[in-house]
């Protein structure tokens, strides 16, 4: 089992920056993919990115490709979410995943653990 516990959302206005933190516990980090996702009310979850497990393959959904950068620190069990040059339509509650293995693929159904969801608002 792994926990995954998000952390770093809140207000931005557009053009602002915030980053996001997922720590994991339980079973050894390193071990797995992480991804986000975001979802907005009415809408399903949406891939943002996510990272192999040591970090050497990164993918971005095109909509935050250029603004937006994943990292990890697996001494630190924790993966963040660096995000740029917001905009209104980035407003979502933003969920960590992790999947065991070294590489995840951008659907829902491709990770096994879930974080509970930070949220994210950009005022225009």
């Known amino acids: 089992q792994v926990q995954l516990v998000e952390s770093g959302g809140g207000l931005a206005q557009a053009g602002g920056s915030l980053r996001l933190s997922c720590a994991a516990s339980?079973?050894?980090?390193?071990?797995?993919?992480m991804g986000w996702f975001r979802q907005v009310p009415g809408k399903e979850r949406e891939f943002v990115a996510n990272i192999s497990w040591i970090g050497d393959r990164i993918y971005y959904a095109d909509s935050v490709k250029g603004r937006f950068t994943i990292s990890r620190d697996n001494a630190k069990s924790t993966v963040y979410l660096q995000m740029n040059s917001l905009k209104p339509e980035d407003t979502a509650v933003y969920y960590c995943?992790?999947?065991?293995?070294?590489?995840?693929?951008?659907?829902?159904?491709?990770?096994?653990?879930w974080g509970q969801g930070t949220q994210v608002t950009v005022s225009s």
């Open positions: 995943a992790a999947r065991r293995g070294y590489l995840a693929g951008t659907g829902i159904s491709d990770y096994d653990y």
């Open positions: 339980g079973r050894t980090f390193g071990n797995n993919a």
